[in-house]
């Protein structure tokens, strides 16, 4: 069975820098779509990026593209999120997801984390805060 574990996370200042990660178990960590998304206070959630493990290939939302990084090690089946320039529209609860099932985007209510739960054959993290502060 899927199983993530998630880390990092926590309380910054406006413009600083976070580095989440997420540990995956239970299935083959190359062929599979693992992202993240998060939950703002307003309980809205937005997809903010994903990685399919099998070719490397990121998407990533327009909210953050060139301040968050995603990637992967195989050899770890971790995948990590970088997050740079952190503004206080990023607070929210970050979750790392996983889905064996194509295709891997952001969209909204991509199958590896726009339903209520997780997909079949997929998986979400406990869930880490993310505070930043203006």
């Known amino acids: 069975q899927l199983q993530l574990e998630e880390s990092g996370g926590g309380s910054v200042e406006e413009g600083g820098s976070l580095k989440l990660s997420c540990a995956a178990s239970?299935?083959?960590?190359?062929?599979?779509?693992m992202g993240w998304f998060r939950q703002g206070p307003r309980n809205e959630r937005e997809g903010v990026a994903a990685?399919?493990?099998?070719?490397?290939?990121?998407y990533y939302a327009e909210s953050v593209k060139g301040r968050f990084f995603i990637s992967k090690d195989n050899a770890k089946k971790t995948m990590f999120l970088q997050m740079y320039g952190l503004s206080p529209e990023d607070t929210g609860v970050y979750y790392c997801?996983?889905?064996?099932?194509?295709?891997?985007?952001?969209?909204?209510?991509?199958?590896?984390?726009?339903?209520?739960?997780?997909?079949?054959?997929?998986?979400w993290g406990q869930g880490t805060q993310v505070t930043v502060s203006s």
């Open positions: 239970g299935y083959r960590f190359d062929a599979m779509c």
């Open positions: 990685v399919w493990t099998g070719t490397g290939s990121t």
């Open positions: 997801a996983a889905d064996p099932t194509p295709p891997c985007t952001v969209s909204r209510g991509a199958r590896w984390f726009g339903g209520k739960n997780p997909p079949a054959g997929g998986a």
